[in-house]
């Protein structure tokens, strides 16, 4: 039966294990992340490197990780090139560049940017400086991502982002099985958006991030999953703490003629 690992690193970083071992680690943020409970150096591989956009909660150590691991860096056009920019020009791990309603296919899952609703920055060179110290350039959007596996599992993780009613488009188009979404309230929806949004997914399961005290950002997750019981009876609310690991495992059948 097929299969997927789904391991919540803390905040809005993920690790993906598909079952034909292709391991995928999106908006890996680590060092420094007060809900992760890891350092980059115990990340002894990787095949894909997926960034949603270039806030540094999101970007985070991603090109550290594919400078370490060789893994292949996804992101839009400008995170590509600001990629590119910091020493991943390398033939083994260039940067893929994925725009909104693009997809890029490597070895078992297809990923495809969608759309997401949130500010645009991202901390590059030669920019005039930030008040807090860190110099900012628009980045050319946020995206969510849809990875479609070899096998059937699809996973949508919506990004940073605000409730939108497209968010049903994406549902009939790709059928996630697996919704993850932010929860926090403050820079990203919260509770009652998150609520709706799985109702306009519906996937099986709801993994909610992007909240907790340690960022500020509370949520209180027996009311989420109260709410999504109203409104998408059939979705399974799912929170996982830091290195905690979720294995789907989706039904199958088989005809013989």
């Known amino acids: 039966m097929a299969s997927l690992k789904i391991t919540h690193i803390g ?10 071992g292709t391991v995928i680690y999106l ?14 150096a ?11 956009h270039g806030h540094m909660d999101h970007i985070g150590d991603s090109i550290a990780i594919c400078m370490a691991t060789g893994a292949t860096f996804i992101g839009s056009y400008e995170l590509q090139l600001f990629a590119e920019a910091n020493g991943l ?6 940067p893929m560049p994925v725009g909104i309603g693009g997809t890029q296919k490597i070895k ?9 609703h949130h500010s645009a920055s991202m ?17 050319g959007g946020v995206s969510g991502m849809v990875l479609a596996f070899d096998n059937g599992i699809t996973v949508y993780d919506s990004s940073d982002t605000g409730v939108f009613s497209d968010m049903q488009l994406i549902s009939q188009m790709y059928g996630p099985q697996i919704a993850i979404l932010p929860t926090g309230g403050v820079y990203t929806m919260g509770l009652r958006e998150a609520a709706r949004a799985a109702g306009f997914i519906r996937p099986e399961i709801l993994i909610p991030c992007h909240y907790g005290e340690q960022v500020g950002q509370p949520c209180d997750i027996d009311a989420l999953a109260a709410a999504v019981a109203v409104l998408a009876p059939a979705t399974d609310v799912v929170t996982l703490e830091a290195k905690a690991t979720l294995t789907y495992t989706a039904s199958s059948h088989e005809i013989a003629r």
Not at 27 to 40: K, L, R
Not at 89 to 94: D, E, G, M, P, V
Not at 108 to 116: F, K, S
């Open 123 to 139: 901390s590059m060179p030669g920019t005039p400086p930030h008040p807090n110290g860190m110099a900012f350039h628009p980045d």
């Open 89 to 94: 020009a390398l033939a083994s791990n260039a």
């Open 27 to 40: 908006d890996p943020w680590i060092e420094g992340n007060p809900s992760a409970d890891m350092t980059v």
């Open 42 to 52: 115990d990340i002894d591989r990787a095949d894909i490197v997926v960034v949603t």
């Open 11 to 20: 905040h809005a970083a993920f690790r993906f294990e598909s079952e034909a």
């Open 108 to 116: 078992d899952v297809a990923i495809t940017a969608t759309p997401a």
